[in-house]
């Protein structure tokens, strides 16, 4: 618990919250002007059958308007009790939420964007005062009916403040703007020019080859690395990832090198903590077509980035595909009577990732549904990089940053691989703010708050933006009573996110118990905005007002 305050602390209470932040205008969706380096519009002159089949692809039509497509309906949540309803008026879409009787709640929003071709499904997307979040209902499109959005279907609370990734974005939009400076997902516009993935995706955007002559990316004209990391930027995870310092991997261009961005990493020998995604990559390294191939074999060996291929010539499509390298002699004495090729030996397997649907197992196993999946190589060391050929760029901070995010996730035996990793790191790179706030968070769980004080002192003073940087340490310094420092602390940060509900919470309690009960009453209900069914935040708003009040949810 906070301790009392003293008249001279009270001092700071004068400054107010700003005032309710002038909501911005949700932006509609305007005509692309010409020059946009991200219009697959601009290649369809010279290259029509191309733009007209790829447009078709899943990968085309990755997202885009919410009134695209659109399915309107209805989903009543058993454990919220909260009926939600989605349908269009003048245009535009709308989703609404209600609860009756007596932990009542109603309200709407407008979905902007869908993420998710909509073969598996939809995610909807709706802004905030310009800040980013997915809607808590989904569409699934093989059960055809809206439900939670996966990690809520039993949640009894609403979930309206989650937000939309850059991540996300990046695999599934073209022209991505990167997001406000320490927000999580506050765009100042549009968030990105283009619905879906856009020719530039995969052939550049910094050219001018609309004479047909400047330069442009063919991926299969690129050395192996640089190919097969266009695929890669969004057909692969891996076990963790850690960005380069001031790099993201939102910037990468094709013809880049993604190790100039981020660095890779798969869990060996660890089948508990498999990874989250089946992802194709990954997989298909493990196959032995591809590790006896080498660098001859890539995605491009089976797929056509600009086509898929129809229902009625799927079969004879991969069975071409395997043939190229198995040869037509093979195929005669083998299973001759059964075509199918990738039935047996990439079949689909249910899905880690998207509820109810299934993932093509890349693995190509001469025994399909032989192992358990995923099944990771063992190379001796638990964390390896990847793709193997990387590992001599893997650097302390790696290791530190991806064993800390591990132990995060609660895996056994990551926190001490992380404290060592960090405090060699931090030596190597003494003004790398990432690694000292990391470092911090460590001292703090062993409670040596003076050394964490340190660490997150000197992390702020790189990069002020560091939102759970400011937050710890605005914990550190609340309990030894400098309630001004982390008062500014943790109003500096839920100014930037005010998604997320606990640093509000802080700092509504704080200055209930500093006597400020209006203060205190304007930090929950921003909370509220965001989170509008968030159980602690409507108890201690009841609390507040009570005389005297108490300042606990
Ligand atoms: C004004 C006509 C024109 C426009 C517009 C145009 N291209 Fe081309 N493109 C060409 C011509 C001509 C070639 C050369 C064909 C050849 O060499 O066979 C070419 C070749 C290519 C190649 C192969 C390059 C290589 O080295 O193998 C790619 C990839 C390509 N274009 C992509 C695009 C993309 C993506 C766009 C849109 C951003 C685009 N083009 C817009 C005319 C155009
Ligand atoms: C900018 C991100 C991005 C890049 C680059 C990218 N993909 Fe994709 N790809 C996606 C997304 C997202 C989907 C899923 C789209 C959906 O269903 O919403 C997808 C889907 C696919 C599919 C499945 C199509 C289907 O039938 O469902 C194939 C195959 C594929 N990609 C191959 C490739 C290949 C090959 C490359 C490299 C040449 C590549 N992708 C590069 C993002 C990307
Ligand atoms: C690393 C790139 C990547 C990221 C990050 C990513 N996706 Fe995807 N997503 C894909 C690919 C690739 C597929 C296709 C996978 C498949 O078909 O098995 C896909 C499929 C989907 C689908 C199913 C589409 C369909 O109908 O087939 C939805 C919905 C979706 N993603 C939503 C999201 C949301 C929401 C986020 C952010 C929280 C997200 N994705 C983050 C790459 C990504
Ligand atoms: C997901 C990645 C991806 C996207 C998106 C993509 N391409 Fe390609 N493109 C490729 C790859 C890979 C190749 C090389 C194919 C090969 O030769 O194996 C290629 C080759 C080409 C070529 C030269 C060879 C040929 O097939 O004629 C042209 C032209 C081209 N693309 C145009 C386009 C246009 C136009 C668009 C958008 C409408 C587009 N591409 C979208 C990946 C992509
Ligand atoms: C780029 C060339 C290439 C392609 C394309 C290819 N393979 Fe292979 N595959 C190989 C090589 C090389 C081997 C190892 C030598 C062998 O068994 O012939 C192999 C091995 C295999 C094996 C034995 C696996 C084991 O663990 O013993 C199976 C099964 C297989 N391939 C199936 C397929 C199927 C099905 C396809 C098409 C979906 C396919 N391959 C496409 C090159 C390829
Ligand atoms: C040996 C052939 C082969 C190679 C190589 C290959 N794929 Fe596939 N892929 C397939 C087949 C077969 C399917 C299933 C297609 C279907 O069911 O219509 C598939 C499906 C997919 C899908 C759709 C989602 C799913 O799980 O069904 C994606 C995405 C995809 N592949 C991405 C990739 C990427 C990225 C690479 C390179 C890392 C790659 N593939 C390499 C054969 C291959
Ligand atoms: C009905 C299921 C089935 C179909 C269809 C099938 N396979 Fe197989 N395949 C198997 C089984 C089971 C094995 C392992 C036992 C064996 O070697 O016969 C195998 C083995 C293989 C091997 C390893 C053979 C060796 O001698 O090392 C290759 C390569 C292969 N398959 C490729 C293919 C290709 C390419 C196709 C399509 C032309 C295909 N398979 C179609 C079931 C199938």
Redesign the pocket.
């Known amino acids: 618990m906070f301790p009392q305050l003293s008249a001279a602390a009270l001092l700071f209470l004068v400054a107010l919250l700003a005032p309710a932040i002038a909501s911005q205008r949700t932006v509609s969706p305007s005509h692309p002007p010409s020059n946009d380096p991200f219009d697959s519009q601009a290649c369809a002159s010279c290259h029509a059958d191309i733009y007209k089949s790829y447009t078709t692809t899943a990968m085309a039509t990755a997202s885009g308007p919410a009134t695209d497509g659109l399915t309107t309906g209805e989903l009543d949540h058993k454990d919220s009790k909260i009926h939600y309803r989605v349908y269009e008026q003048d245009g535009k879409v709308w989703m609404s939420y209600e609860r009756p009787g007596k932990d009542g709640l109603h309200g709407q929003r407008e979905l902007l964007y869908f993420i998710g071709s909509g073969k598996k499904g939809r995610t909807y997307l709706f802004s905030d005062q310009g800040f980013l979040f997915e809607a808590p209902i989904n569409w699934y499109s093989q059960e055809k009916r809206w439900n939670m959005t996966p990690a809520y279907t039993e949640a009894s609370e609403m979930p309206l403040n989650l937000p939309a990734y850059v991540d996300c974005l990046n695999c599934h939009t073209s022209g991505m703007r990167p997001p406000v400076p320490g927000t999580d997902s506050k765009f100042s516009g549009k968030p990105f020019s283009h619905g879906g993935i856009t020719c530039q995706r995969c052939h550049g955007s910094d050219t001018n080859h609309a004479d047909g002559k400047g330069a442009v990316v063919n991926p299969a004209k690129l050395s192996p690395d640089r190919r097969d990391a266009i ?1 890669m930027e969004c ?1 692969f995870e891996g076990t963790v990832a850690v960005e380069q310092p001031a790099k993201h991997l939102y910037q990468f261009q094709p013809g880049d090198r993604l190790s100039d961005y981020i660095h890779y990493f798969v869990l060996n020998g660890n089948r508990e903590q498999a990874p989250r995604a089946i992802s ?2 990954e997989a ?1 390294s493990q196959s032995t ?1 591809k590790r006896q191939s080498g660098d001859k ?3 491009g ?3 056509d980035a600009h086509r898929e291929p129809a229902p009625e010539e ?1 079969v004879a499509y ?1 069975r071409a ?2 043939l190229a390298c198995h040869g037509e002699a093979f195929a005669a004495k083998h299973h001759a009577d059964k075509p199918d090729c ?1 039935h047996c030996h ?1 079949p ?1 397997l249910p899905s880690k990732d998207v509820a109810h649907t299934q ?2 197992d ?1 693995r ?1 196993q001469r025994y399909p549904n032989d192992a358990p999946l995923p099944q990771l190589q063992l190379r001796g060391k638990p964390l390896t990089s990847f793709p193997a050929v990387d590992e001599s760029l893997a650097t302390t901070r790696d290791f530190a940053l991806a064993w800390e995010t591990l132990a995060q996730r609660g895996l056994e035996g990551a926190p001490q691989a992380a404290e060592d990793y960090l405090s060699k790191a931090v030596k190597e790179r003494p003004d790398d703010a990432v690694l000292l706030a990391a470092e911090g968070f460590v001292e703090q769980a062993h409670k040596r708050d003076n050394d964490a004080r340190d660490f997150y002192e000197h992390a702020l003073k790189i990069d002020p933006l560091l939102n759970d940087a400011a937050t710890d340490l605005g914990i550190i310094e609340a309990r030894s009573g400098n309630l001004q420092r982390a008062v500014d602390l943790w109003r500096g940060a839920f100014q930037r996110v005010p998604n997320r509900s606990a640093v509000g919470m802080d700092l509504a309690i704080i200055f209930c118990i500093a006597g400020k009960k209006d203060v205190a009453q304007q930090f929950v209900n921003r909370v509220l905005e965001f989170n509008p069914d968030y159980g602690k935040a409507k108890s201690l708003l009841e609390h507040i007002a009570q005389d005297p009040p108490q300042c606990k949810p």
């Open positions: 695929c057909h194709q990559y298909l077509c074999m890539w995605c060996s089976c797929h799927r991969y595909k395997c990738t990439m689909a993932t093509t890349h190509i």
